[in-house]
C-alpha cells in the first residue's frame, strides 16, 4: 500500500500568519491517466471531514482562496496563507491514485 | 442540498454481523461513486470500500475483504454496508461519502458509530 506520511502532526499558529503542511507519499501519485490525485481534507471537532483540495491544487466548492495546494510526484503541501478560527481542525492528505486509497496521519491545527 | 444519512450503527459481540445503511438525497445518486470510510476513536481516517455507480465494481481494504460487502440500490438512492466476522479493530465511526476525484463534488454523511465489544 502507497504510505501517506504528513509533517508536522501538531501545528500551533498566531491567527493571522501562515501555516503550512507537507505531505510525502511512497510511490509517485502521478495516475496513468496523467492526473495526480493527492487530495486535502479538514476535519473539525465533532464533524464529518470535508475535502478543501483535490488533484493537488483545486479547490472545493466554498473554499476559501487562503487555502492553497501545491506539489508533484511524492511531495506535497497544503498552505494557509492567514490563519482563522475557523481553520482550526485535524487536516489530512489522500491519495487516490492507486488502490487502497490511503490518508495521512492528521495535523491537527491549533490557534496559539 | 446534498443529504447523507448513515443508520444502523450499535455495539455488536465479536463475530457477530450488522448492515449500515445510507440514504441520498439531493443529488443523482445513480451518477456517482460511492464510498465507506471508518475512524476509529481518536484515530486517522481509513478508506474502506468504493462501489461504482452501476454496482459492477467494488473496491475494498484488504483488512474487510471477505468480511464486509458493499452495495447500492439506486432505485432507493441507498448505499449499504454489510459488515460480518467483526472484531475489536473494527469499532469505529462509518462514514457514508461520495467524493470524486476529478470534480469538486464532495459530501458525507455524519456518521454511525459501531462498537464490537462483549
Known amino acids: 500500500d502507497v504510505v501517506v506520511t504528513q509533517s508536522p502532526l501538531s501545528l500551533p499558529v498566531t491567527l493571522g500568519q501562515p501555516a503550512s503542511i507537507s505531505c510525502r507519499s511512497s510511490h509517485s501519485l502521478e495516475h496513468s491517466d496523467g492526473n495526480t490525485y493527492l487530495n486535502w481534507f479538514r476535519q473539525r471537532p465533532g464533524q464529518s471531514p470535508r475535502r478543501l483540495i483535490y488533484?493537488?491544487?483545486n479547490w472545493d466548492s466554498g473554499v476559501p482562496d487562503r487555502f492553497s495546494g501545491s506539489g508533484s510526484g511524492t511531495d506535497f503541501t497544503l498552505k494557509i496563507s492567514r490563519v482563522e478560527a475557523e481553520d482550526v481542525g485535524i487536516y489530512y492528505c489522500?491519495?487516490?491514485?492507486?488502490?487502497?486509497?490511503?490518508f495521512g496521519q492528521g495535523t491537527k491545527l491549533e490557534i496559539k | 442540498e446534498v443529504q447523507l444519512v448513515e443508520s444502523g450503527g450499535g455495539l455488536v459481540q465479536p463475530g457477530g454481523s450488522l448492515r449500515l445503511s445510507c440514504v441520498a438525497s439531493g443529488f443523482t445518486f445513480s451518477n456517482y461513486w460511492m464510498i465507506w470510510v471508518r475512524q476509529a476513536p481518536a484515530k486517522g481516517l481509513e478508506w474502506v470500500a468504493s462501489?461504482?455507480?452501476?454496482?459492477?465494481?467494488?473496491k475494498y481494504v484488504d483488512s474487510v475483504k471477505g468480511r464486509f460487502t458493499i452495495s447500492r440500490d439506486n432505485a432507493r438512492d441507498s448505499l449499504y454496508l454489510q459488515m460480518n466476522s467483526l472484531t475489536a479493530d473494527d469499532t469505529a465511526v462509518y462514514y457514508c461519502?461520495?467524493?470524486?476525484?476529478?470534480?469538486?463534488?464532495?459530501?458525507w454523511g455524519q456518521g454511525t458509530l459501531v462498537t464490537v465489544s462483549s
Open positions: 488533484k493537488v491544487s
Open positions: 489522500m491519495q487516490g491514485t492507486h488502490w487502497p486509497y490511503t
Open positions: 461519502a461520495t467524493t470524486q476525484r476529478d470534480r469538486p463534488f464532495d459530501y
Open positions: 462501489i461504482k455507480q452501476d454496482g459492477s465494481e467494488k
